[in-house]
């Protein structure tokens, strides 16, 4: 373990979580964030009361990830997760036996998600491919709770979801991060890795993966998408 690496840990472990723990399990991390946050949230929530659009949905369970991150070959950088009328605890932690973001799935009552991502299949209608497509994609959010806008603020689970990033970085070395949104937030850790690795979405509003909003670089994205399914990888 080189000085650096034991700085890290030192410095997670100071902020409440030691990160190699967790694994990168999903619930793991929901109890994790649960606890970091506990104290902020409710502060947070204090100022912006419940009817808000930047109230924090502590009843919905945090969601910090969608998709397998250890399986991924693109990973999307977001603000935190959205919240509609009709959402609850199952349709925030929705899990499906075969998929990576079990919200692409036909299981899904969201109509979020299937519109963002249509552009990456070359047919939309074969359920084979959204499956492959929710496998080579994962979703993380800079704060994990949910609300109708952007809140704002960052938490102490901020801190654990940039780590997440950097660790992810490390060992998922042909991997490339996207940033939709947040570009301040997540470009402070992404300045560390090979820029060739790293895009960045041209109109942060929009967060429909489209060749009209990363220009030359949407044959980049689609070729890594290929490939991995070539190497199955």
Same mark, same amino acid.
């Given at each position: 373990?080189n000085r650096?690496?034991r700085i890290?840990?030192s ?10 723990k967790?694994?990168?399990g999903?619930s ?7 606890f970091?946050?506990?104290?902020a ?8 009361p419940k ?5 924090l949905h502590e009843d919905?369970t945090p969601?910090p990830f969608?998709?397998?991150l250890?399986k991924?070959?693109i ?5 935190n ?13 929705l899990?499906v /036996?075969?998929?990576?973001?079990a919200? %692409?799935s036909l299981?899904?009552?969201s109509t979020?998600y299937?519109? &963002?991502?249509s #552009?990456?299949?070359?047919?939309p209608?074969d359920?084979?491919?959204?499956m492959?497509i929710s496998?080579?994609?994962?979703m993380i959010?800079?704060?994990p709770?949910a609300?109708?806008n952007?809140?704002?603020i960052e938490l102490p ?6 780590d997440?990033v ?5 060992i998922r070395?042909?991997a490339?991060?996207?940033?939709m949104r947040? /570009?301040k937030?997540?470009?402070?850790e %992404?300045?560390?890795i ?7 979405s &041209?109109?942060? #509003?929009?967060?429909?993966?489209t060749?009209?909003?990363?220009g030359?670089?949407?044959k980049?994205i689609?070729q ?5 399914e070539?190497n199955?990888v």
């Amino acid at each position: 373990m080189n000085r650096s690496t034991r700085i890290n840990e030192s410095n997670q472990k100071s902020q409440g979580y030691d990160l190699s723990k967790l694994g990168f399990g999903y619930s793991r991390y929901q109890k994790c964030i649960t606890f970091l946050d506990k104290a902020a949230l409710s502060k947070h929530n204090e100022k912006y009361p419940k009817g808000s659009k930047k109230y924090l949905h502590e009843d919905l369970t945090p969601c910090p990830f969608e998709g397998n991150l250890l399986k991924a070959k693109i990973y999307l950088l977001l603000t935190n997760p959205g919240v509609s009328e009709n959402s609850t605890q199952l349709t925030h932690n929705l899990s499906v /036996k075969g998929w990576g973001i079990a919200n %692409l799935s036909l299981k899904s009552k969201s109509t979020w998600y299937r519109p &963002r991502f249509s #552009r990456l299949l070359d047919d939309p209608d074969d359920e084979s491919e959204w499956m492959r497509i929710s496998n080579k994609i994962a979703m993380i959010q800079a704060i994990p709770w949910a609300s109708k806008n952007d809140p704002g603020i960052e938490l102490p689970s901020s801190n654990l979801m940039i780590d997440t990033v950097s660790e992810l970085a490390k060992i998922r070395n042909n991997a490339i991060f996207i940033v939709m949104r947040r /570009k301040k937030f997540w470009m402070h850790e %992404l300045q560390k890795i090979d820029s060739s690795r790293v895009i960045v979405s &041209r109109n942060p #509003r929009c967060t429909y993966i489209t060749e009209g909003n990363f220009g030359p670089v949407w044959k980049k994205i689609k070729q890594l998408l290929i490939n991995s399914e070539l190497n199955h990888v």
